[in-house]
């Protein structure tokens, strides 16, 4: 079994031989191991290790009880998981169709690994394409005086899911809702973020006069296009582009930054420290 | 001799024509021709002719009373100018070396072809390095109780030049100052405008989290930061990516974005116009 | 109505002044106008003008007799086509999905405007997907044996079309095949050519150790991926990318650079001479 | 002291914690570590440590020894530098002065880190600035009739360095030569190779219409251009750009990839392995 440890704690000496020995003495192979240190005097240091694991008799309590003891010496905050637990993953998405899209094909092809429980859309634009699929589509009209309930009706439609992602939603969620799903809720932005913050990016890009436009995909919190940034990728334009070019010219740029964002998610490569991101890349 | 004729005047039908039969005329031959329309009905036209040009007894006056006759029924910002003649350059510069020894080097193996008339810091830094070319360096220390004399001897300095380049020239000047060199003064920003307007854009990035960092050469505008962009590009970092190594990165990608705005300039390919650039690039 | 010409010829002088009084007395509005000089004293001349036209009577006449002519006094190849006029395009595919779901994906939104009158695989494979979109798929099995015939039916499958499309079609045509469908037979090749001609490119490019993978779209030609090439891009790798992972990346490079190729070649931005292309991108 | 340790052996299980194990116990604090691994099953395992270590009475010798028994136990391939340890550089250089350049100017702001040592040319051109700069100059001319004995001045020159940088040195080096600097010798190839293995890499990039140019950096071996690849890095091109234009816009290419792949060899960054670099980057 292929398993995922995730380790964030104060920078100190002796962290990677002890998780090691705790890991070689409960049976387990370290397959790959990334590491990334602040500040070795006295930043964080964040840990992400792969090892392959046939626990014997003994060695499930010889890890617990060995990252339990490592974990309080260091004061770590850490997440174990099975490479091959699919994640739960819910998709929110408006009427522009390309982000969705693209997931929905590489979750076909497999290069992204996860459950689809579920697509909420406030159109009923793509039911078709995700029901073929035989994935449940939940249609929910965001008007102005239903907002609350439209709210409670996709907070249930992704209840049981371990991330949503907004594959181009358009609407804003209630600061109670994005404080819910902190750190599991994936936006693509569709600016090289910190340039070009809230409506029509394309536009402002556009009146700007930029020579690159740009995707930024991040996670959510209650500040608008805030939050840590896990990608970004941009694409030179130049003066004989039009608004319209930019939009046809960023759709491909946003729908390959939020795939890889989210399979970086799935793949627990992403911890997020004091608004940043460490993504310990493939 | 080669000529460059640069355009700008309303969109309508027939300018191409018009302006290819005045040329022809003449006695001379398009090597190339560029052209950018805003928008057919209603937009501006911009267009960047080069042709050759040996002109026999007559030629002078059929292309000034050609031109004047096609400017004038067009409504036509016009400029003509000749290959070979070398524009005259200044570059102001601080502390930061990396885009003055680019655009020293490129100009001495002849990519940037200009007559550099004067290089003028606010520290002595560099005046040797300048002096050893043959090139003048002013000195004008600029502490706060003297920034009118100081920014007067800057103005002396360059009065002669057609470009000022501002090399990481980390002092702002005046809005009559600038404003006497509207669409003449270039400046590099070490971010990816409009993000992180300001100072220290690489510690901004880094508290960010930004995925990719970048730089803009930009006219000089009263509002800082907001002229018109000649060019931009970025580089991937990532989280482990400090500031120092932000700055280290992004240093290489200031001195290649303004050399390359400085050499459009030079060679006429760059026209202004609502704020924002039509660079007709080779 | 939107037209576009494209013209080929020696260089000369007064070609662009001739094209524009020709078109301007036939009384069209040109759009845009993009030429390209090998050389203004001996090499050749490309153009593509787009422009509008509304035809009174005469003007028909006038359009034709004057292009003649121009066209006979400088020796042009020209080519004048109507924009809104869909050319029609077949695909051929073999197992790979992704360079087929791409132009399916853009054709659905209307990036690539065309006819999709067929797509051929010698798998059964997407069959299903192609149909659900009123698509004829023909399935044409190529073993050993029967190659002749199974070629055959390809060329009565396509027979109708304007461009044929090899979607990671990984069976080689006969010459006398790829001679009938000279300059309008586009092939993604999954390296950046002339590297890694051949067969499995990304197991080739492992082995050599590249640090950036590519694709390359171009025009079929009799020598294998030696054709004129209309586009190619590429994206980092390193050490611990392996061959799945190249593929993998690999892919989404290929499908974007297909899609960009065959886009152009739709909307008449691509000459092709003396085994280059020029293609006046938008 | 801040201490650099490479490893490379075998993939086995609990070679991490063994060298952690042994740093630990000489006192040393890990400040980052790096590893890749072919294959946990049956491939090699490498590894690049950097630590901080200011070793009291017994240390030094707990650290021989501990490092020479896990060597043994997993057959490695073992490197111990100190990172304040400036490796000692010679530069060969024929007429193009652009990579040479960029490795002097990065030698002085002291990007690049070492104790450059010599340049040697095949031509007098560079020999002022060089000497300038307080380093020695040989001038080798390599005519055909004294091939060997001007390869003996070389080796002379080169005698004392850890590492030559070949910086647009066009001159073949005999296999001998080669041969005795194996994985200590750069060169940088004005192609993105294998595209374009020999003379005039831009000719034939021209010639073959690529619409991306590249240079690579690479460690010589007897077969020319075929050694294991550093760093490489392309630029977009079209089709008007010629040959002198790919030249110029190659040169600003070479010149960052060669500076990278030096700096990178020089941190210790590098393992050779079965004709390919493994590079931890920073």
Known sequence: M???LLIACPDAAGIIRSVATVLHEAGA???SSD???????????FMRTEFDWEPSAGDLQTLQVGL???GQRYDMTMRLTRADDRKRLAIFVSRSSHCLHELLWQWQTGEIQADLTVVAGNHPDHQTTVQRLGIPYVYVPMTRDRRQAAEERLWQAA???DLIVLARFMQILSPRFVAGWEGRMINIHHSFLPAFVGA???RQAFARGVKLIGATAHYVTEELDAGPII???VQRVDHSHRVDDLRRIGSHIERQVLA???????????LVHGGRTVVFRA
């Open 231 to 233: 990608e970004q990728d």
């Open 260 to 270: 890889r964002a989210v399979r970086w998610h799935l793949e627990d490569r992403v």
């Open 200 to 202: 029509d990016p394309y």
């Open 29 to 31: 192979n370290i397959v």
């Open 68 to 70: 339990a003891q490592v």
């Open 159 to 161: 209840q049981s899911s």
């Open 2 to 4: 292929r398993q995922r």
């Open 35 to 45: 590491q990334y240190s602040e500040d070795p005097n006295e930043g964080m240091f």
